[in-house]
């Protein structure tokens, strides 16, 4: 059964930091690429961050470029994928997804997400 589970979400204060963290298993998802992506009210879910399988690779989007740090355990049964937001800002406000592809690297179509965890930031 193919899982991604996220937690760390919150409410924090603009200028303060939150770790996420999403679980994966069920694939093998040390061979897969993962990434960060996030909704806020009334706008397009978009890309935040990803990392190659062995995390030799990163990228990340614009808006949160210095301030955001995607990074990956890859476990033997289980994959911990982490993004560690610095700064935080009001527009940072949405809703994170964990997202896996089966391909080692970022780009194109993903084909795995978590069910989302929550991200308040409060001016």
């Known amino acids: 059964q193919v899982q991604l589970v996220e937690s760390g979400g919150g409410l924090v204060q603009a200028g303060g930091s939150l770790r996420l963290s999403c679980a994966a298993s069920g694939r093998t998802f040390s061979s897969y690429a993962m990434g960060w992506f996030r909704q806020a009210p009334g706008k397009e879910r978009e890309f935040v961050a990803g990392?190659?399988?062995?995390?030799?690779?990163?990228?990340?989007a614009d808006s949160v470029k210095g301030r955001f740090t995607i990074s990956r355990d890859n476990a033997k049964n289980t994959v911990y994928l982490q993004l560690q937001m610095n700064d935080l800002k009001p527009e940072d406000t949405a809703v994170y997804y964990c997202?896996?592809?089966?391909?080692?690297?970022?780009?194109?179509?993903?084909?795995?997400w978590g069910q989302g965890t929550q991200v308040t930031v409060s001016s």
């Open positions: 990392i190659s399988w062995s995390g030799g690779r990163t990228s990340y």
């Open positions: 997202a896996a592809r089966t391909s080692p690297v970022v780009g194109g179509t993903w084909d795995y």
